[in-house]
């Protein structure tokens, strides 16, 4: 089975009404699609990083209420989890499709890292497009281009997850959804593998 890329009817799953059937349609429509986005970038982001990568898709398995308003895929050097660990991510909401690089708040080195994006805070910007987005939290489909963001503004980011226990760091890639609809799946495959090359360095400072 080849990845043919993304659905209109792909994002309107995030519009059911319910958890039970919004999760069924997650599971039948969308998690084949993140299931082989996983098969096809574990050995790509293995290579890239000198790490085996291991990708996990989202179970949603502790939702008991609302139903999820996003799912992914995400990469990481661990077999058993990725939350613990820095890693990649691609997914989607209702409004986008999402590739991060991702520390978040479960990571027990996030502190660290975010001292190490502190010293390194221009440098970064050499490195990390204007057009790519920062994120201080992963539940939230919003985030921040670079270009909007000031120095003092992208320092102050850093402070925070060294700072805040439930603050993260989130840095990638939205994509809108009509633009992805427009993609053939081996368009949206360069899109991902080039923003993942970009998102390296950050991977490569832990």
Same mark, same amino acid.
């Given at each position: 089975?080849?990845?043919?890329?993304?659905?209109?009817?792909?994002?309107?799953?995030?519009?059911?009404?319910?958890?039970?059937?919004?999760?069924?349609?997650?599971?039948?429509?969308?998690?084949?699609?993140?299931?082989?986005?996983?098969? &096809?970038?574990?050995?790509?982001?293995?290579?890239?990083?000198?790490?085996?990568?291991?990708?996990?898709?989202?179970?949603?398995?502790?939702?008991?209420?609302?139903?999820?308003?996003?799912?992914?895929?995400?990469?990481?050097?661990?077999?058993?989890?990725?939350?613990?660990?820095?890693?990649?991510?691609?997914?989607?909401?209702?409004?986008?499709?999402?590739?991060?690089?991702?520390?978040?708040?479960?990571?027990?080195?996030?502190?660290?890292?975010?001292?190490?994006?502190?010293?390194?805070?221009?440098?970064?910007?050499?490195?990390?497009?204007? &057009?790519?987005?920062?994120?201080?939290? &992963?539940?939230?489909?919003?985030?921040?281009?670079?270009?909007?963001?000031?120095?003092?503004?992208?320092?102050?980011?850093?402070?925070?997850?060294?700072?805040?226990?439930?603050?993260?760091?989130?840095?990638?890639?939205?994509?809108?959804?009509?633009?992805?609809?427009?993609?053939?799946?081996?368009?949206?495959?360069?899109?991902?593998?080039?923003?993942?090359?970009?998102?390296?360095?950050?991977?490569?400072?832990?």
């Amino acid at each position: 089975m080849t990845f043919k890329g993304f659905t209109k009817e792909d994002f309107n799953v995030f519009t059911i009404v319910g958890l039970e059937d919004r999760m069924t349609a997650i599971q039948e429509q969308v998690r084949p699609k993140l299931e082989l986005l996983g098969d &096809h970038f574990a050995p790509t982001l293995s290579a890239l990083t000198g790490d085996e990568m291991f990708y996990h898709v989202a179970k949603h398995a502790r939702r008991s209420v609302n139903p999820p308003d996003d799912t992914w895929v995400a990469f990481a050097n661990n077999k058993r989890g990725y939350k613990k660990h820095p890693h990649f991510q691609i997914g989607l909401w209702e409004t986008h499709v999402f590739i991060w690089f991702a520390m978040i708040y479960e990571a027990p080195n996030k502190a660290e890292f975010g001292k190490k994006v502190e010293e390194k805070a221009v440098e970064i910007r050499s490195l990390i497009p204007g &057009h790519f987005v920062w994120s201080g939290d &992963h539940t939230k489909p919003d985030a921040t281009p670079f270009s909007s963001l000031s120095q003092e503004q992208f320092v102050a980011l850093s402070e925070r997850v060294q700072n805040v226990k439930k603050a993260e760091l989130l840095c990638g890639l939205h994509l809108d959804r009509e633009k992805v609809i427009s993609l053939t799946g081996d368009e949206l495959l360069k899109k991902i593998k080039s923003a993942f090359e970009t998102l390296l360095p950050l991977y490569k400072m832990n």
